[in-house]
């Protein structure tokens, strides 16, 4: 079972200051290895479509890939010494990302999406850089030993799972394998992936029929089949007034000064508070659904094509894929079970004879004239989901 953790460090001014210039050099190496590759297909390029029969063809350069941009390093501690400052392992995980940056350009991801073409970063915008090898034993007592850095002093506000003491993650039953290092606007932390020897099963208790169905809305975050409601919390929306505070003060600041800096930072202080304390409640809701339940029906929402809507920025402050992935992980790790089924006609359906009612977003309440049923419509939507929750599941567990 693969997790991964992050903790706040705390380095001293020294080990900052190499933290910083680390993650400036590295910036400086990805936008040289990435206008190589832009300046391989800008020459090779054939600026007509057609030519004749009989023509010479140029002899083409070798193209950049992941391997010959990897072996360059050798020859860029020897024309720049200073790139000895930094791991091998911190460095070659720059041609790596290249890599990945022009496939997902040129070829997509494991789906097929394409993104767009992959941009140079800008002065601060490179902010982790990752360890492809990390042994245990450098993370003992609260201080973690990056090398090329110096040992750390780490805020390990909880313990690696089955540890006892903390005093050796190494013996928990849980190896690190990597260990990137992060610079965020409220200070800096490490992300230790881990790899552990035991692989999730099914809880000896587990019931398959105590199982919930949600569905999850913008006036109440989610209302379950059970009758039970969790109100949105809307932490964008309230702090709107503090962001657009801090907004207005970066605005006014002169370009490059050192107010705007500290503006910009104060501002990216504001939106991290935001995100973290989402989080938090998205952590706190699934826990008390996974306390109640064995199973949670949920639906599998195309989150991104409703980011495109109207309704954008509020789907986005309720943070449903951000929410459906903790409560999956947490799911997975208590030997739970998280059901995605099909959201298609779950509100328009009635759950007690399933007959089709047509009605607009704003009509809140189902009222079916072939049965008479009168009640919720998100609470109607969440029994359509547990029903075809039960119905996946046992399909799930007859084929196990």
Known sequence: MKISYQYKIKPTKEQAEKIDKTLEMLRCQYNYLLAQ??????????????????????????????????????????????????????????????????????????????????????????????YSQFKSHHFVNNRIMLSKIGNIKVIVHRLIPDSASGSDVGASGFDIKTVSVTKKADGYYVTLSLDGKTVPTTKPDFKANNIVGIDVGLIDFYVASDGSRVKAPKYLRKAERRLKSAQRKVSRRKKGSNRRKKAIKKLAIQHKKVADTRKDFHFKTAKKLLDKYDVVAVEK????????????????????????????????????????????????????????????????????????????????????????????????????
């Open 301 to 400: 929402l195309n989150i991104k094509g409703l980011g495109l809507s109207w309704l954008a920025k509020s789907i986005n402050d309720a943070g449903w894929g951000q929410f459906v992935t903790i409560l999956s992980n947490k799911a997975e790790n208590a030997g739970l079970k998280v059901i995605s089924v099909n959201p298609s006609g779950t509100s328009q359906e009635c759950s007690s004879c399933g007959h089709k009612v047509k009605k607009p977003l704003s009509q809140r309440m189902h009222n079916c004239p072939n049965c008479s049923i009168s009640l919720c419509r998100d609470l109607n939507a969440s029994l359509n989901i547990k029903a075809r929750g039960t119905h996946a599941l046992k399909a799930q567990l007859m084929s196990s």
């Open 37 to 130: 590759r832009f300046d391989w297909y800008e020459m090779n390029r054939c600026p007509v479509d057609r030519c004749p029969l009989i023509c010479h063809l140029p002899e083409l350069k070798e193209q950049p890939n992941y391997y010959n941009q990897k072996a360059s390093l050798v020859q860029l501690k020897i024309d720049r010494p200073w790139y000895k400052e930094i791991h091998s392992q911190v460095l070659q995980e720059v041609p790596k990302k290249v890599e990945l940056a022009i496939k997902r350009w040129l070829k997509g991801d494991v789906n097929g999406k394409k993104s767009g073409r992959p941009r140079f970063k800008g002065k601060g915008q490179y902010k982790t850089f990752t």
